[in-house]
């Protein structure tokens, strides 16, 4: 359910047409509804009021400081996996207690700025990783409060390049090696076990692998509390899929019941990591035609929004809903919708299906509001766009689009190479 809906045949966000708001801030920008974030987000979280939890946003899916803070304000934590997200989840007012640290490769200078900012716990990924968070925290006087990530082998059935809960995944410790983690980090005198965490894929779309997860940690659990250790977040991280085309993923109130079944009385706060569920279908893409070209096999769409702004068909061969802005009767034409950057992989759809566009319309990409503008880059040296959140018929712009001295902002060219100091040297 999201507030994107045509009145008058003009595509709004939430009361203002969508045409409206490209007059003012030009394309491309990527679009929010605010109500639809505030749905999405009380959703989620009413759905497991039943037992203690944590809804612990996913950073990483949208990372703009206007979102963060509106989440924080709702009462939600943050997931983070990098020191420049503790920096945006800090600054936008989130309560260190209920931030999580996730992400396999954490530097030595990011555990210490978390320590002493003291979040609830870091999700540990590999044993070196306790001995090194182990000699951080002694080093600063800190005892570091850890989670071993445990990967259950369960396939989440989702796109290899999002499945993590796989052996041949990178991300966390065999559950058949996590009891001898855990007993490393019971004897290392700077940590204290807090929890266990699990995360197995972005996307699902079904449950069944996630309560299989849920029933090989239950005794994972069970067996550590035999030996002493006390469990008291089980972290069963995000990953609930979204509509994008044809997928019919389980609703949150179904998937947390089925959640709060399994762990019944089990004596554990939740932790949740939601990112895409709760942003996915809140923001859209909006972008120009700019051209129209045929040759003898093909029909493409030019736009101005291309695959550094957009890079999840490019990359994985995801599928958005593309639709105009300007409501009419038209003729349906297959064609790919195509960007401007210089690599045939541009594309955000191909031999899709679309009304007949025109140059100079604007174009809506749908479900864009995850890992769209967070995944966003400058290549091409194109300025990364605007963000516009709408509330009712008000429009906030939450990120300004970069300009061309943004693209060269830190660079120098040394001294030797500029023309009056290298002139006849050899």
């Not at 009145?7 to 009361?15: A, D, F, I, V």
């Not at 702004?309 to 990359?315: A, K």
């Not at 995801?318 to 919708?337: F, G, L």
């Amino acid at each position: 359910m999201h507030f994107f809906e045509y009145k008058n045949h003009q595509l709004h966000c939430e009361e203002i047409p969508i045409c409206e708001i490209a007059e003012k801030v030009g394309t491309p920008f990527y679009l929010y509804s605010y109500h639809t974030l505030v749905r999405h987000f009380t959703v989620f979280e009413d759905a497991f009021k039943g037992i203690p939890h944590l809804v612990c946003y996913s950073a990483k899916s949208n990372s703009n400081l206007a979102l963060l803070r509106l989440f924080v304000n709702l009462g939600g934590g943050v997931d983070i996996v990098s020191g420049g997200e503790l920096y945006r989840a800090r600054k936008a007012g989130a309560d260190p207690r209920k931030i999580v640290f996730s992400g396999v490769g954490k530097r030595e200078d990011e555990i210490e700025y978390a320590l002493k900012t003291d979040i609830l716990m870091f999700n540990v990924e590999s044993s070196q990783e306790l001995q090194v968070i182990n000699e951080v925290a002694g080093r600063i006087g800190k005892k570091a409060p850890i989670a071993i990530r445990v990967n259950p082998d369960i396939d989440p059935k989702t796109h290899p390049y999002i499945s993590t809960g796989l052996k041949q995944n990178k991300f966390g410790i065999d559950i058949l090696r996590a009891p001898m983690a855990y007993r490393l980090a019971a004897q290392l005198p700077h940590l204290k076990i807090v929890g266990i965490d699990c995360h197995i894929g972005s996307q699902l779309v079904e449950v069944d692998p996630i309560i299989e997860a849920l029933k090989r940690l239950k005794q994972l659990v069970e067996n550590l509390r035999k030996e002493g250790m006390e469990i008291q977040y089980l972290d069963l991280g995000g990953g609930l899929g979204i509509t994008y085309e044809d997928e019919e993923p389980p609703h949150p109130v179904e998937y947390a019941s089925t959640i709060l079944d399994e762990i019944k009385g089990f004596g554990c706060t939740l932790i949740l990591e939601p990112g895409r569920v709760i942003v996915g279908n809140a923001g859209v893409l909006i972008s120009k035609v700019l051209y129209i070209k045929e040759n003898e096999e093909k029909r493409f769409v030019i736009v101005d929004a291309g695959m550094n702004d957009l890079v999840r068909p490019s990359y994985y061969g995801s599928y958005h809903q593309i639709i105009p802005v300007k409501e009419e009767v038209r003729e349906e034409i297959v064609a790919d919708v195509v960007g401007p950057i210089c690599e045939s992989s541009d594309f955000l759809a191909k031999g899709r299906k679309l009304p007949h566009l025109r140059s100079g319309e604007l174009i809506a990409v749908m479900s864009a509001g995850a890992y769209g503008f967070s995944m966003s880059t400058n290549y091409n040296s194109r300025p990364r766009i605007a963000e516009v959140l709408v509330r009712n018929d008000q429009m906030f712009i939450i990120h300004q689009r970069e300009s061309y001295e943004d693209l060269i902002r830190g660079e120098e060219i040394p001294e030797f190479l500029m023309p009056e100091s290298g002139r006849g040297k050899a």
